[in-house]
């Protein structure tokens, strides 16, 4: 232990009770890795990051990492414990640390990571009850068994809401590691989960669409899709051909939510839009949408 954090380590002692840190941030504020590692005097890098200066242990659950099935189970994290490769050990590093933060004074901070760099403050947590193992692959994809601490935040009893375009895209994000795995890969992490997934709460925000230009769009597609030209896939309870309102440019871009930009498409031809948004389908569509003014 250097001379500084020692006598760091010292100050923080009060008639031999540790004093609490507080870093000051309210829960699911985002913080970049300098503006942690600077409030909380600790490493950049790792899962478990001790600081003695601020008498703190953060924690980090990765969710853009293949490799740690953390997971919230209502009100409670299920944290993975340190260590990339091979079984875990109870006693081995920040392991023990946690492990022993009941009675060692140590005060927890958790972040998630869903997006890489961003650290969303999920405030303090305390263990809920005794850590325990289980199974997971390690970073090279071997069979190893884990130790699993169940964390639950100290103040407010759940996490914050996050983004439904933060969630998606973490989603998409891990679909897309998941592509790199052979049959067998995918069914050794199969067999390694648990039946019931956890859950959480998102957030979304969205625009509210002008009604007069969603109808008027669908009438002027007459019932076929303006992208591939078919009718519509089905009828809906109204008996009315089923269309879907789509703006050429996204709202979210910019887009005017007025008849110039709106058109009615398809199901398949909507999410296709929304997943490639080729240029080339965009300049179809205003030019149908301009032929329907004509």
């Not at 913080?31 to 003695?52: H, K, P, T, V």
């Not at 947590?125 to 390690?138: K, R, T």
């Not at 939510?257 to 498409?265: E, M, Q, S, W, Y």
């Amino acid at each position: 232990m250097h001379a500084q954090d020692r006598l760091a380590f010292i100050q923080h002692r009060v008639s031999g009770v540790l004093m609490t840190f507080d870093p000051g941030i309210e829960q699911g504020r985002e913080l970049g890795n300098s503006e942690l590692r600077q409030i909380f005097r600790c490493s950049s890098q790792g899962g478990m990051r001790r600081s003695l200066r601020t008498n703190a242990l953060v924690v980090v659950s990765d969710h853009t990492k293949d490799f740690y099935l953390d997971r919230w189970e209502g009100s409670v994290l299920h944290y993975t414990g340190m260590g990339l490769r091979g079984n875990q050990d109870l006693m081995f590093g920040q392991n023990r640390t946690l492990f022993e933060s009941k009675k060692n004074g140590v005060n927890v901070h958790l972040f998630e990571v869903f997006e890489r760099g961003k650290y969303v403050y999920q405030g303090q947590v305390e263990l809920a009850a005794e850590p325990y193992q289980e199974e997971q692959v390690d970073f090279e994809g071997n069979r190893r068994i884990v130790w699993m601490f169940p964390l639950e935040p100290i103040h407010t009893k759940h996490p914050s809401m996050i983004l439904e375009d933060t969630f998606q895209k973490n989603l998409e994000l891990r679909e897309r590691q998941a592509r790199r795995f052979s049959d067998d890969e995918l069914a050794t992490r199969i067999s390694m989960l648990r039946k019931r997934r956890g859950t959480r709460k998102v957030v979304s925000s969205r625009f509210v669409r002008n009604e007069y230009v969603s109808e008027l769009a669908k009438r002027r597609a007459k019932g076929k899709c303006q992208l591939c030209n078919n009718d519509a896939p089905f009828y809906d309870r109204d008996k009315r051909p089923y269309l879907e309102v789509h703006h050429i440019r996204w709202l979210s871009r910019g887009g005017e939510d007025d008849i110039g930009n709106t058109v009615a498409l398809c199901p398949n031809c909507h999410r296709k839009m929304h997943i490639l948004d080729l240029q080339k389908d965009k300049n179809y569509l205003y030019a149908s949408v301009r032929e329907g003014d004509s």
